[in-house]
C-alpha cells in the first residue's frame, strides 16, 4: 500500500550515502568552526598569560605563540572544510561508508600532523627566546611528550621541534597509508560488482 512506503525514499537515500555524506559533512563543518572558536580563546589565554607573566622575555614570546597558534589553528579549520566539501562532492556507489572513511582518516592524519608542527614550531620559538626548555614549561606533560626532556636553551627548542614534527609525518602518512587501504578495497569490491554483471547479466542486487 502507497501509505506505508512514505520513508522508502529515506531508506533510498541512506542507501545511495546521500544522507550519509550530508550528515557527516555538515559534522566536519562545524568541527571547523569550533576548531576556529578554540583558536580564538587559545590566542587570548596564551596572550593573558604573556601580559601577566612580568617578563619582557617571556610576554614577547608568549604574544608570538599565540599568533602562531591562532593562525596555525585557522588553518586546521581549513583543513576540516576542505574535507568537508570533498565527502559532499562524493558521487553515489553502492559503497557508500568506505570513501567517506577514508577521507575522514586522511582529515585526523593531517589535523594531528598540523597540530603536531604548531606545538613544535611555538615551543621551540619560545624556549629560543625565555631560555627554558619544554621539560619546564610542560613538566606535567613529560611521560606524554618525552622530547620535553631534550633540554634548554637551542638545542633543546629543536629538538623539540624535531620530535614532535617527525611524530605529525609518521601519523600523516600512516593516516594516508590507511585511506588508500580502505580506497582500494573499495575499488576492488566495485570491480568485482561489475564482473559479476558481466557475467551474469540478469543478476540483481539484494
Known amino acids: 500500500m502507497p501509505i506505508f512506503t512514505f520513508f ?3 531508506l533510498d537515500a541512506l542507501e545511495r550515502g546521500v544522507v550519509i555524506r550530508t550528515a557527516v559533512a555538515v559534522v566536519v563543518r562545524v568541527a571547523g568552526v569550533l576548531m576556529m572558536l578554540g583558536g580564538l580563546v587559545t590566542t587570548v589565554l596564551v ?3 604573556a601580559f601577566q607573566a612580568g617578563d619582557d622575555a617571556v610576554t614577547f614570546a608568549g604574544l608570538l605563540v599565540a599568533l602562531i597558534v591562532f593562525v596555525g589553528l585557522l588553518c586546521v579549520s581549513q583543513v576540516y572544510f576542505y574535507r568537508a566539501a570533498a565527502i559532499s562532492r562524493l558521487p553515489d ?3 557508500t ?3 567517506v572513511v577514508s577521507i575522514l582518516l586522511r582529515l585526523a592524519g593531517e589535523v594531528y600532523a598540523l597540530l603536531c608542527v604548531i606545538g613544535g614550531v611555538g615551543g621551540c620559538l ?3 627566546i625565555v631560555g627554558l626548555g619544554p621539560g619546564r614549561i610542560l613538566r606535567e606533560f613529560g611521560g606524554f611528550l618525552p622530547s620535553a626532556d631534550s633540554g634548554d636553551g637551542f638545542l633543546g627548542g629543536l629538538m623539540f ?3 614532535l614534527s617527525s611524530v605529525g609525518c609518521w601519523v600523516l602518512i600512516s593516516s594516508y597509508f590507511f585511506a588508500e587501504v580502505t580506497l582500494v578495497a573499495s575499488d576492488i569490491a566495485t570491480n ?3 564482473l559479476a554483471r558481466q557475467r551474469d547479466p540478469d543478476r540483481t542486487n539484494p
Open 97 to 99: 561508508v568506505m570513501p
Open 192 to 194: 568485482v560488482r561489475v
Open 93 to 95: 556507489s553502492p559503497f
Open 47 to 49: 596572550g593573558k598569560y
Open 161 to 163: 621541534l624535531l620530535y
Open 126 to 128: 619560545f624556549t629560543w
Open 8 to 10: 522508502f525514499p529515506v
